[in-house]
Structures are given as C-alpha cells and as structure tokens.
C-alpha cells in the first residue's frame, strides 16, 4: 500500500507540473481591439501584459500580436476609452471591444496656440471629429458642419459648386461684410479675403467671388474646433469678436506604411422647379390682358420648357489616396486629393487638385520636435453668367424664368433663337459666354518646439499662405443680351494675387506648484502681415465670337475700335501682436483662466494703433464635491467674460497709395497723370470693432453619462462698429471708414443634448441635438443706413432694409401690402411708404440640429435634421418677374400670379407681397454604411456607403429653397436674405468606399 501511494504521487506531482509548465508557457497572442459604438479597428491602443512591462500597441487596423503566458492578463487602454482587462486563459486569439469613457473626459480639443484636455476648458466650445460631420458631395470645411453645433448658423449663398458661405457664431454682430469667424488651418491664421476674383460683367450683374477655403479637401480634415465665447477667442484679440474655427488636419497614425483610398460618386438634380405656366396656360393668360390677335403673334409655335435647357443631372467624382504612419518618435502623412463636382446648370462646376504632406520628429532625447505641413490646391472653377444685380432683362437662371414658352431654342437653320435684347434665349447664355477661374493655392508652416527645462517650452512657427486666381469671361459678340454685347462682344479680365505670412513664437511652462494646485502659462509674440494686389480689365470691340480668341489672344480685338478700361491696386497690411494666458487647477476642482493680448495693425489710424483685449474665464466641476447627488454622472459651472475685436475693413486704406485707371484707351494712347489717382482716407481715431461678452454655462451628465450635454446663456455687445460713410461732395475723397457710434446686441440660450438610448452590444442607437436662441438689436443709434437693393423692371433706386436703432440688422423695412382693390391696384396698410414690421429681419432667431445615429452588426444609419426659424426672405425674384405686368409684357411667371386680381398695370413696388416667412426643416444628411468583414485579406477594412444630400426640405417659402443670401448690399452695406433668381440647390445621392490597406 505505501509503494502504491508513493506511485500515485509521483505521477500527481508530473502531472501538476505539465499543468503548471502548459499554464505558464509562453505563446503568440493576436487580435483586434474595435471600437464598440461602429466596429471600426482602433490604431494606437497601448496592451500591457499585467504586472509586467511587456507590451505592444495596435496598428492602423487595430490589431495586434503580442507573446505572454497563457495565463497572463492584458491590460488594454486608449484614450477616450474606458480601460479592459482581458485574461488570455491559454487562448490564442483575442479580440476586444473598447466602450467610449465620456466620465473621463479625456477628449482633447484644440485651442489658441495649443490643446487641452476637454475636461480643463473653461471657455465655450465645441469639438467636431469625422464622425460627426456631414456626408456626401462638400466643397469646403464649413458644410461639413453646417447644423452640427449649437449657436453656429452656417448659411451657403447659393447651390453653386463652390458658391460662398456665410457663417454667423452667436449672431451677427458688423454693419458691414466681416461677419464671419476668423479661420486658423494648422497654426496659421487666414486673412479673410477673397482669394478669387468676383466678375463685373457689365450691364448683366456683378458675380461673385467663390469660397475661400475651397483649397481644403475635406477629407483631410481631423477636426473643426469652434470657440465662441470671449473666454476662448480673446487669445486671438483683435480677430476673434465673431468667433475662431480652429481647422486640424490629419497626421499618421500609428504604424508603418498606412494606405487609405475613398472614392464617391454623386448625382445631383435640382430639388423643386418653379411652377411656370407652360405654352397652353401662357397663352390663355396673356390673351386675358391683350386680346386673341396679340397672343396668336406672340405664339411663336414650339413648347419649351426653359428650365430644362438649362439644367442638368449632375455628376461628381472625388479620389482621395493617403499614405502614412507613425512611431514614438513622430509622424507622418501624404496625401492626394482629387473631385470633378459638376453644377446642375450646364456648363458649370468646380475641379480641384490637392496635395498634403505632413510630418514631425522628435530629436534630442525627445527634446526637440521639428514638424511641417503644406498644402496645394489647384482649382478650376467653370462660371456661368448668373450675377447678383441682374436687370428686369435677367441673367441666365433668371431668363430661364421669365422666357416665353412658346419661342424654340433654335432657328430652323440650326441657329439660336434670339428675338431682341432685352428678351435674352437662356441657351445663347451658356452657348455664346464662357467664364473660368483658376486659383492656385499653397498654405504651409514650418515649425521647432525646444524643452528648455521640464515643464518649459518654446516654440516657433513661420507660416505662409499663397494664392494666385485668374478669371476670364467673355460673352459673343453673337449674344443678344443687354445692351453694349450685341454686335461688339465683350471681355473681363480679372486677377487677384494674395500673400500672407506668419511669424510666432510662444513660450509654454506645466508646474504644479503643490499637491493641489497645478499651473499652466503661456505668452508669445505674433507678427502677420497681409499682401493684396488686384487687375481688371474690360475690353470691348472684338472682329471675332470665337470666345477661347476673345479671352487669350487680345489681337482679336479691332484696332480701329479697341476699347479698353480697367484699374489696379496692391495694398499691404501689418498686424504685431503681444498675447499671454495663464489657467490654474485647483484641487482638481476649480480651473481659472485669464487671457491678455495686445495687437497693433497698420488698418487704424495714429491714434488708435494698438488694441487691447482682456478676458477671464472660472470652471467649477462641482461633480468633485461629495455634497452632488450621485445621479450627476457629471456636472460643471463656466463663467466666463472678456473683450474681443474686429478689424475686418478693406486693406491700408489710411497710407495713400497710387491707384490707375485708363478709359477708351486708345491704339497710340498714352497714361497721363489724369489716370493715376491717389487714395488716402485718412482717420487718425479710426480703431477697432470692439465686442464684450459674458458667458455662463453648464455641463451635464446623468446615469453613468448615457444622457449629457450643456446649456450656455451668452450676452453680446458690439461697439465701434466699423462702417463707410459716403463724403459730401466736393471732398477730397468719395467715402471713409468710422467708427459708428452705436452698439449691436446678441443674446441667447444655446443647448446641446447626447443620449445613448440604445447600447446592448450588437445594437447601439445614440441621438444629438442642439438648439440655439439668438435676440438681436441695434441699440444707441442715432442714425439711418439703407440696404437690400431691389432689382427689377421699375424698381430704380428701390430698397428693402434699413438699419436703425432698436431695431434688428439688416431689418425689412416695406410697405405694408393688403391686398388689391377693385382696379387690381395694390393696397397698402397705413398709405403707400415704406417701414418697419415689427421687427422681422432676415435673422433666424432659432437655429436646431437633431442626430440620430444607428448601429447593428456591421451595419450603420445616421438622419440628420437641421432647421432654422423666425427668418424672413424678401422674394426679389417674384417681384422682379413674377407679376401681372410682365405677364402682360410677354414673359412667363408662375402659376399664383394667373387670377390673383392684379391690374397689369400695377406698380410692383417693394412691399410686403413679396416677403416670406423663411423658416424650414431639411432632411439635410442621411447615410446608410455597411463595414464589410476583410479578415484573412490584404485589406485591412472596407466601408461602403451610400449618403442623401438635401434629401426633404419643409418650409413655407415658395422660391426655389429658403437658403439663399444673393449680396445686394447698398453703398457697401451688406444686405442678408434676399433671393433673386439665386443658382439653385440640388437633391444629392452618393455612393462611397474607403478601404484601408
């Protein structure tokens, strides 16, 4: 018996031993570590091998390989994600799904002149990444957010591809046109202005110029930083009353050799035609006002629906390949970029090229960091002639309206029709003009960040933002449409040149001066200058209609009758700046800010050269006090206050400058002192645009932070305001700037709302909404500014808005309409004159957003709603084409103005017959994904998509959309919602793949 115990022990104790020996053998472990809310591979993820220092991190996929006992516990963390511990239990692959940690708060947003971590800001703000923006066919940054951010009103001018954009932070607080925030790309500031040139096209209109930052590919883009209080945007001074939009691009990520390629394909159709009368109706409409005899004249005999000679389903294609990677010692990433966007109107749409690299390294022990970026952008813009200030004649949407449905397209030879001057054939438009620009831009930053001692930095930045864009337009001589084209064909030739560099340097110092109490300074020195040299020229008198001799070879031109005007400027600005902000924690509970800087521009007069502007900012997490209810997951208080300013006025207009024109200049003429002028418009107390700004709001979170968000009140008050006056002539000059003695007010409540209503794993469903309330006033205003010109057969002269005190911007100011009499004569509430309407204005007074995102499997959905409320848009279109009037002249008009009772010879005065309630709601985003599995593939991942644009939209208006703004500012006063036959917007559908290899 005791030898037989003793066997049975020894076998037990191999035994035990192979047990122990296989638990603790060493093994390869690989995996994917996923996000949980869409399943996509997260790169960077740091696993660690419990207890030990053995560890790896995630590549660009999200996977990993890693050799540890077989009993060993992972330990897998990434920020913004809560941390898993995973144990490998002998197995061999292990895959891991990370929830995101929003108690942490670790986000990091990026700020002036720096990050932070989003749980330190004390200031109002909002972080957009990818994940958050808007799908489909872009153009430019801003549409990527449009309707994403609480307070931030984000308006495009029209459906043009390219077309301008309008984007208001809190409200519109300038007289004049330098509403829109300050952009920063990469550390470097823009200037602001046009880098295209807009086209004066003679007696058709003035067009204008395209958006600025349609040099950016999107798809570059890594996140859009929004600062709106004063509290955040103060450390830009003098450029930051209306707001920073902080644009970062991507940089590589972790591993080697990263390749990325998407590629889209769109088609778009215009989203609602105008209802117009077709041949039968138009007929029978006119014979109502001119007898049997006149229409059968007018009958020209065909059917033609104008609207569709001239529009298109359109076809956009967009490329973009990247290739990166990155280590503990830096980064890098190049990028290509490439979208063919056609417009719905012929003959229009925009191409562009870009080009992105960008890299850092560490060196010295990780002491110094050099890092670069540039950025190329070739693009080409095709034009057609639709302009801002048309007359009754029309340009070639507005033809497109208002032509006879009757007349053919072409002549029975083949030729177009073209009946008389002021009765213009919409295809002889897009056949016998041609319109391009070609703007080519660079933006780049050169930059080293020393560690002089723990804790210090110093950095230096050299920055440069280049563009040079040329248009060309040229209208046949074979064109007949508004008179001096017909017969003699015209040219316009315009450039533009823009040149902005950039110097900085910061230093940067993290103490923490006790076990409570940590610190943060920074104070730099900034200096930009800013470069603008502009040429226009008209030219006249062509032998020739081919329009590509018209625009390049000036020999075209007869010599006997060369005619040829234009003028030319270069003008150069210089902003020197002081800047400091410093932030103590304390206690990990109270964070307080304050924020100086001190700028000096070459804009202002002797008197006023340097600016100053305060802000200080407090945040109290009360979430760290013991006494909070435990149902706040999260809960913070900000206050902030500050003083922020403007300088957006045209460049160096008080050092004089030598400014030439030449007119009918002549073969054999020369330039006399008679075409040079001088420009000097001097004001020695000239001084910023000055906005003070109090801020409070608070953070919130319930139940573990499924449901979050915050609440901002904010109270606005812009003075000084910048303004041109018009000289009482005899004067030295025709106009100045001054400071208007009066204050524009804006205040309002914003609300932003995330809530996790779904997260069981398989199945996530997350809705984001936001909601902001905007009150705006003019107010200590003495004086009267007229804008909003009215264009239209009969409307010389004709406003629609008026500035005045105690009043809105930009405030409708019309005769009250009610209606016709018995005559068919219009009626007016009150007598015929023109005034105020209780304070409607082309100023939403609600702005809303609402998100609903949806995930199963691989499968994800997202809807997207935005709307804008309490705005009103002056119908210029109607009251320039669509009355009985020109009904009774021959040209078509809509169906609702077919026996309405108007007299034909009714008056289309400006009234409000032609104002509409704006307000709308917009199926704006829709997006339905699927991630293909790629396993045991080359490819790492593999989206598809398909994405609605624009897809429904609810609203009142009876114009083609109710986002619209065409300038029709007055005396270079800006003007805001009006619509005059605008480019019109498109229903989008596109179909996408991103792969990552």
């Not at 295209?196 to 395209?210: F, I, R, V």
């Not at 007349?407 to 213009?424: C, I, K, R």
């Not at 910061?506 to 923490?512: L, S």
């Not at 060369?562 to 020197?576: A, H, P, Y």
Request: aromatic share 10%; net charge neutral; glycine share 10%.
């Amino acid at each position: 018996m005791t030898k037989f115990y003793l066997y049975v022990s020894r076998y037990l104790t191999v035994l035990l031993f192979l047990i122990t020996t296989i638990a603790w053998s060493q093994s390869t472990v690989t995996g994917k570590v996923t996000a949980s809310d869409d399943g996509s591979g997260l790169p960077g993820v740091n696993i660690i091998e419990k207890g030990t220092s053995n560890g790896t991190v995630t590549d660009a996929n999200g996977s990993f390989t890693i050799t540890v006992p077989g009993n060993a516990v992972l330990v897998f963390s990434f920020v913004g994600y809560t941390s898993q511990e995973v144990s490998v239990e002998n197995r061999t692959s292990v895959n891991v799904s990370l929830s995101s940690d929003v108690t942490a708060l670790s986000e990091v947003v990026v700020i002036g002149y720096g990050q932070i971590d989003k749980k330190d800001a004390t200031g109002a703000l909002v972080s957009l990444k990818p994940g958050d923006f808007n799908g489909g066919v872009i153009a430019s940054p801003e549409q990527l957010i449009q309707g994403r951010a609480a307070g931030v009103q984000i308006t495009s001018a029209s459906g043009e591809p390219g077309a301008g954009v309008n984007m208001r932070i809190r409200g519109t607080s300038s007289v004049r046109s330098g509403n829109n925030p300050l952009f920063v790309v990469d550390g470097v500031p823009l200037s602001g202005d046009d880098v295209s040139p807009g086209s004066m096209n003679g007696a058709l209109g003035d067009s204008p110029p395209k958006n600025p930052l349609n040099f950016i590919n999107p798809n570059d883009i890594a996140s859009i930083d929004i600062l709106k209080d004063a509290s955040a945007t103060a450390i830009y001074g003098s450029r930051g009353a209306n707001g920073v939009v902080i644009i970062t691009t991507k940089s590589g990520k972790s591993g080697a050799g990263n390749i990325e390629y998407s590629y889209n394909l769109g088609f778009g159709h215009i989203t609602k035609k105008m209802d117009l009368l077709n041949r039968d109706e138009f007929i029978s409409a006119y014979t109502q006002f001119n007898g049997a005899a006149a229409a059968a004249t007018l009958d020209k005999g065909a059917s033609t629906d104008w609207q569709n000679q001239v529009l298109r389903t359109s076809v956009t294609n967009s490329h973009n390949l990247s290739f990166g990677g990155a280590d503990a010692t830096g980064n890098f990433r190049i990028s290509l970029g490439y979208q063919n966007q056609e417009g719905i109107i012929k003959h229009s749409g925009m191409k562009r090229y870009t080009a992105l690299l960008k890299g850092s390294k560490k060196f010295l022990n990780d002491r110094l960091t050099l890092s670069t970026q540039v950025t190329v952008a070739d693009v080409h813009d095709d034009n057609v002639p639709i302009t801002n200030n048309s007359g009754f004649e029309g340009d070639l949407f507005g033809s497109a309206l208002k032509s006879n449905p009757t007349a053919p397209v072409y002549n029975p030879d083949g030729t177009l029709y073209q009946p008389s001057n002021t009765e213009p054939n919409p295809v002889a438009y897009l056949n016998l003009s041609r319109s391009f620009t070609n703007t080519l831009r660079s933006l780049g930053n050169v930059s080293a960040e020393l560690q002089i001692i723990k804790g210090l930095t110093f950095k230096t930045v050299f920055g440069f933002d280049r563009s040079f864009s040329s248009r060309k337009t040229a209208f046949s001589r074979d064109l007949k449409a508004n008179n001096g084209i017909y017969g003699i064909g015209r040219a316009y030739l315009n450039d533009i040149e823009v040149s902005n560099n950039l110097w900085e340097n910061y230093f940067t110092y993290n103490k923490e001066l006790s076990s409570s109490v940590k610190f943060t300074g920074l104070l730099g020195y900034s200096y930009q200058s800013f470069s603008n040299t502009r040429r226009d020229i008209q030219l006249a008198n062509f032998r020739t209609s081919n329009l590509d001799l018209m625009i390049n070879n000036l020999a075209s031109i007869d010599p006997a009758k060369i005619s040829m005007t234009g003028n030319s400027s270069s003008v150069k600005d210089e902003l020197q700046s002081y800047y400091g902000r410093f932030d103590f924690t304390i206690s990990d509970k109270y964070i307080v800010t304050a924020t100086l800087r001190a700028d000096g521009s070459t804009k202002f007069g002797g008197n006023n050269k340097y600016g100053y502007f305060p802000s200080a900012a407090i945040k109290w997490r009360a979430s760290e006090e013991a006494f909070i209810p435990e149902a706040f997951s999260d809960l913070n208080v900000r206050l902030g206050y500050g003083v922020t300013g403007n300088q957006e006025i045209p460049h160096n207009l008080y050092q004089e400058r030598q400014r030439y024109n030449t007119s009918n200049f002549n073969t054999g003429g020369t330039l006399d002192q008679a075409d040079i002028g001088s420009v000097s418009f001097k004001n020695s107390d000239l001084k910023w645009e000055s906005t003070a700004q109090i801020n409070i709001g608070i953070d919130y979170g319930f139940f573990d932070n499924r449901l979050r968000g915050s609440i901002d009140y904010y109270h606005k008050n812009t003075s000084d305001l910048l303004i041109q006056v018009i000289s009482a002539q005899p004067a030295p000059q025709p106009f100045t700037y001054t400071n208007l003695n009066a204050n524009v007010i804006n205040k309002g409540v914003e609300l932003a709302l995330e809530g996790d209503v779904v997260n069981n794993g398989d199945f996530k469903w997350t809705i984001v909404g936001n909601v902001a309330i905007n009150k705006n006033r003019v107010q200590n205003f003495n004086g009267l500014l007229n804008t909003g010109q009215i264009n239209g057969q009969g409307l010389s002269g004709a406003f629609a808005q008026r500035i005045a005190n105690n009043q809105p911007l930009y405030a409708w100011f019309l005769r009250d309409f009610s209606g016709f009499d018995e005559n068919g004569i219009s009626v007016y509430n009150g007598g015929d004159f023109q005034k105020f309407l209780n304070g409607k204005s082309p100023l939403p007074t609600t702005n809303a957003g609402l998100t609903n995102n949806l995930r199963y499997k691989n499968f994800d959905l997202s809807i997207f709603f935005s709307g804008q409320f309490g705005q009103y848009i002056y119908n210029n279109t109607a009251n320039a084409y669509f009355t009985a009037g020109s009904l009774a002249n021959g040209r078509n008009v809509t169906k609702n103005v077919v026996g309405n009772g108007e007299s034909n010879l009714n008056a289309p005065d400006v009234s409000t017959r032609f104002l509409e309630n704006g307000s709308f709601v917009r199926l704006q985003n829709l997006t339905l994904g699927y991630n293909i599995p790629t396993t045991n593939t080359f490819i790492k991942s593999l989206r598809v998509s398909v994405t609605g644009q624009n897809l429904l939209t609810f609203t009142d208006y009876s114009g083609q959309d109710p986002e619209v703004n065409v300038n029709k500012a007055l005396n270079n006063v800006p003007s805001l919602g009006i619509d005059y036959a605008g480019y019109p917007r498109a229903r989008t559908i596109t179909f996408g793949v991103n792969a990552t290899f």
